[in-house]
């Protein structure tokens, strides 16, 4: 069955400085979405995309955030500037716009996830 | 704005019982979806079933049903026959229908289920 990946499993950076975390969606989905877990916290929605621009995002993420779809499988989230509270579970996630047909009912999969800690 | 509350941070059964785990919510909205996603330590984010607001019958999914009740906003996952393999975290999880576009899903803060023999 097909898979949400992420890479990599686990990022150490320390404050300050830019990192960028990888996810290839499921290769016909079109919806992307990335959600972060702070240990011990709920799953929290950090942002969607489609059709090459931001549909969605939460307050969390800020100017320091941002993604990109750079070619044809891979979605990107970069932090510029990190900040200790950065510490998170990164999840990435995609959805397929035709399952169920027309009436929005699309599961989202979800990757294992990147653990990003700010030092 | 949406929330979803799960109020039991943890839950313990025995390996062949039942355990019912508890979630409400609160929305404006009339027409939206509710999930309960598995996490297992291995951390993927796993669905376990859903439910579409507009329709009455309760999900079920082999050993794994809902009690969906839409007047009170509640959304209950009951799992039948508790396997070892069952121990995890449960996320209930609502989104907003929308056609067309992506909907992000608003999770609740889980509960951890563990199995015991």
């Known amino acids: 069955e097909p898979e949400v990946t992420q890479t990599p499993s686990h990022q150490v950076t320390q404050m300050g400085q830019e990192v960028i975390l990888r996810c290839v969606p499921i290769?016909?989905?079109?919806?992307f979405y990335w959600y972060r877990q702070i240990l011990g916290q709920k799953v929290e929605f950090l942002v969607s995309?489609?059709?090459?621009?931001?549909?969605?995002k939460s307050e969390i993420f800020d100017d320091q955030f941002s993604v990109e779809r750079p070619d044809g499988s891979n979605f990107t989230l970069k932090i510029r500037s990190t900040k200790l509270e950065d510490s998170a579970m990164y999840f990435c996630?995609?959805?397929?716009?035709?399952?169920?047909?027309?009436?929005?009912?699309?599961?989202?999969?979800f990757g294992d996830g990147t653990r990003l800690s700010i030092l | 704005a949406q929330t979803v509350t799960q109020s039991q941070p943890e839950m313990s059964v025995q390996e062949a019982e039942t355990v019912t785990l508890s979630c409400t919510y609160d929305t404006s909205e009339s027409d939206y979806y509710l999930f309960w996603y598995k996490q297992p330590p291995s951390r993927q984010m796993i669905l376990v079933i859903r439910?579409?607001?507009?329709?009455?019958q309760n999900a079920t999914e082999n050993r794994f049903s809902v009690n969906f009740q839409k007047a009170a906003k509640s959304f209950s996952l009951k799992i039948s026959d508790s396997q070892l393999g069952d121990a995890a975290m449960y996320f209930c999880a609502y989104r907003r229908r929308r056609t067309g576009t992506a909907s992000k899903l608003t999770f609740g803060t889980g509960t951890r289920l563990q199995v015991t023999l």
């Open positions: 290769s016909n989905h079109l919806y």
């Open positions: 439910q579409e607001a507009y329709k009455q």
């Open positions: 995309f489609y059709n090459n621009e931001i549909s969605e």
């Open positions: 996630a995609s959805s397929d716009p035709w399952t169920g047909g027309l009436n929005g009912n699309q599961p989202q999969h």
